[in-house]
């Protein structure tokens, strides 16, 4: 689980590219929203070690965060830091099925460590929401504060998300997630040390179209482009 230092906890997880170990959570936990600066005190808590060992905070470094996806990525500061856990495994989203069982794990109301039990609503990614252009898996896990950047899990135990918000605006309320999909692409790029690019065209009334275009949206919103599309 992810905490910033004097601001509310929000959750996170651990997995690995190239044999290197990652911590992902949601990038609306990692910006001092009063600067709308990247916060740099930031400290990763983990759970008790399988043999019982007890690991103090961490300090962590944020290395990015997508704007378009509210994804966070860090990496712990200390080199020769020992994961003692296996890390977790991103699965493929695109499997699961309305009706699927579906698990959150993360530190709701801070409550460290907890896991809630729902199911698959929709896993097409919904479009229409401006923060998430690609769209969001909607769950009927229930979540509360605290719980953003936390996994959704499979009935394997693979990611298959990761939750940044709820929906209220339905009967009851339901949680909204990331893709794993989307997930894996801006990890393996950030890993690898590439730019993220993504354009997303929004259509609007009247006679023009309002153009979005970025490159590595890392710690800020992208510019916008206005204009007639030819």
Known sequence: TLEKVASPGLSGFVTQVNNEIYIVTAK????????????????????PAPNGEIINSEPAEILGV?????????????????????????????KLQPGDKVFTLGSPSGNMFCITEGVAINTNPLKGFIKYPLGLMELSAQAEHGNSGG?????????????????????????????SDIIAKDLEKIASNKPIIHSTIHARFGNSWELNTFSKGWGAD???QKGVII
């Open 28 to 47: 609306h936990g990692c910006i001092d929203a009063t600067k709308q600066k990247l916060i740099t005190n930031t400290f990763v808590h983990f759970k």
């Open 66 to 94: 997508c704007p378009y996806h509210d994804i966070g990525i860090l990496k712990i500061k200390d080199a020769n830091f020992k994961f003692p856990w296996n890390p977790g495994v991103l699965g493929i989203n695109k």
């Open 151 to 179: 996994p959704i899990l499979d009935d394997f135990g693979k990611i298959i998300g990761m939750l940044v918000s709820v929906r209220t605006d339905t009967l009851h309320q339901t949680s909204l997630a990331i893709p």
């Open 222 to 224: 992208p510019p916008k």
